[in-house]
């Protein structure tokens, strides 16, 4: 089974306006950390937000923030006022606290503002 | 700032080479990381390494090895290098907990 799952290989977004990517994660560990990365079309990743497992409230970073839901199991990233340097591939991924600092990745979103 | 430097953006090799993929990082990290990226699939780990000399398979190791001889530089091994090794792939290194610091990439292509 999936550990990571981004149900969207794309998303389109006018500049200006929010959006959600989604990702669902899959574990027993009671301790896990999920992230987000963005790689840009030069192939960087890009290190964009972190929410643990204990933490109380959704992280945010900026115009990211990140919609825990724990009994879910759901932990999407939104960016709000989506601005043309924001088109790019976004990863969701997750590292149990049980093993080594391994991450699990999902298999993207690619995201597109348009002007 | 960290910096983790791979030593090719590019490569193109043929079928059966031997392949050295190397990556370099600047800020003591103890665990470094080799992942592969392919379309639809996301990043796979390969191989990782908590400390010198140690490594840990990760989801998809065969046809790869690695090896960690100092602190600092992690390098993926193709020992014979086949068309479907062609990929993206990302190195990558954290200390403890932190969010994984990753290289530019190196895209290969075996031919």
């Known amino acids: 089974a999936q550990k990571i799952t981004q149900t969207q290989p794309g998303m389109f977004v006018q500049e200006k306006e929010a959006v959600t990517l989604d990702c669902t994660y899959d574990?027993?560990?009671?301790?896990?950390?999920l992230f987000w990365y963005k790689q840009p079309s030069s192939g960087e990743m890009i290190f964009l937000i972190y929410?643990?497992?204990?933490?109380?409230q959704n992280a945010t970073e900026g115009r990211y923030s990140l919609n825990f839901q724990k009994a879910r199991k759901s932990a999407n990233l939104v960016i709000s006022a989506s601005q043309l340097g924001d088109s790019a591939m976004y990863f969701c991924a997750m590292r149990e606290d049980s093993g080594y600092s391994t991450l699990t990745f999902g298999k993207g979103t690619m995201l597109l503002v348009s002007p | 700032d960290v910096k983790v430097t791979q030593s090719s953006r590019y490569l193109v090799k043929r079928t059966g080479e031997k392949v050295f993929l190397e990556c370099v990082q600047d800020m003591d990290h103890e665990n470094m990381f080799w992942y592969r990226q392919d379309p639809g699939l996301g990043l796979r780990l390969i191989y990782f390494?908590?400390?010198?000399?140690?490594?840990e398979k990760g989801d998809i190791p065969e046809g790869y090895s690695v090896s960690r001889e100092k602190k600092e530089r992690f390098s993926l091994i193709l020992e014979s290098a086949s068309t479907n090794q062609t990929s993206m792939y990302l190195c990558?290194?954290?200390?403890?907990?932190?969010?994984?610091?990753f290289g530019n990439g190196t895209r290969l292509t075996v031919t």
């Open positions: 574990t027993s560990d009671p301790s896990y950390g």
């Open positions: 929410q643990g497992s204990y933490d109380q």
């Open positions: 390494s908590y400390d010198v000399k140690m490594k």
């Open positions: 990558a290194s954290t200390l403890n907990n932190s969010p994984l610091h």
